[in-house]
């Protein structure tokens, strides 16, 4: 009973603590590169989804106003009659529409694969 409250009163010591710690760091050291990793991977996908989105509705407004293949569309055009809502690149790339021939593309993740 004295040698439990005695155990009990003295904590940890310098040499667990730092185990702790370095076991913590080991772990984040792993956790975090590969969840940047994901996380990067996702925008990409998500990206590349609105890119997909803005060539349906483009191929829609070219079929519905009858256009050219080298006719641009405008986003004004698209939005929000072929496409709810214009899409924006979850880093900030901007969006090249370009003639509905032609896929979409963003400045930053380019051409869906
Ligand atoms: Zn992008």
């Known amino acids: 009973m004295l ?19 370095l076991i913590i760091g080991i772990l984040l050291g792993i956790a975090v590169p590969s969840w940047m990793k994901i996380r990067q991977t996702t925008r990409i996908k ?4 609105n ?25 004004t055009e698209l939005a929000p009659e072929y496409i709810k809502e214009f899409p ?12 509905h021939s032609t ?4 400045s930053i993740h380019g051409q869906v694969p």
Not at 88 to 99: A, F, K, L, N, S
Not at 103 to 106: D, E, L
């Open 46 to 49: 998500a990206c590349h989804e």
């Open 51 to 75: 890119l997909r989105l803005v060539d349906n509705a483009k191929q829609q407004w070219a079929m519905d106003q009858g256009k050219e293949a080298t006719d641009v569309a405008d986003s």
């Open 88 to 99: 924006t690149c979850p880093e900030g790339g901007v969006y090249t529409i370009g003639p």
């Open 3 to 21: 040698r439990a409250a005695r155990l009990a009163r003295r904590g940890f010591t310098l040499v667990e603590i730092m185990i702790v710690v």
């Open 103 to 106: 896929p979409s593309s963003c």
